[in-house]
């Protein structure tokens, strides 16, 4: 399972159930989260396989910023 790590600009709940029905049909099954807390408004997301271009991209197509951050 690959941890993924995005920093974003989604920064209300609101925001995040924008997107949770593409988030959901994106990541099977469904294992994400959302930090608003944290300054970068970070993205996390669980997965057996790396799916980080369709996912930015989607938040992107949203009129998100989402970039991946890479350890």
Do not use: Y
Request: glycine share 2%; with cysteine.
């Amino acid at each position: 399972m690959e941890v993924l790590v995005f920093k974003t600009s989604v920064n209300t709940e609101q925001h995040i159930e924008e997107l949770a029905p593409i988030l959901n049909e994106l990541i099977q099954p469904p294992s994400w989260s959302f930090d608003l807390e944290d300054c970068d408004r970070i993205l996390r997301i669980e997965s057996p396989h790396n799916i980080s271009g369709v996912v930015a991209n989607a938040i992107i197509q949203q009129g998100f910023e989402c970039v991946e951050l890479i350890d």
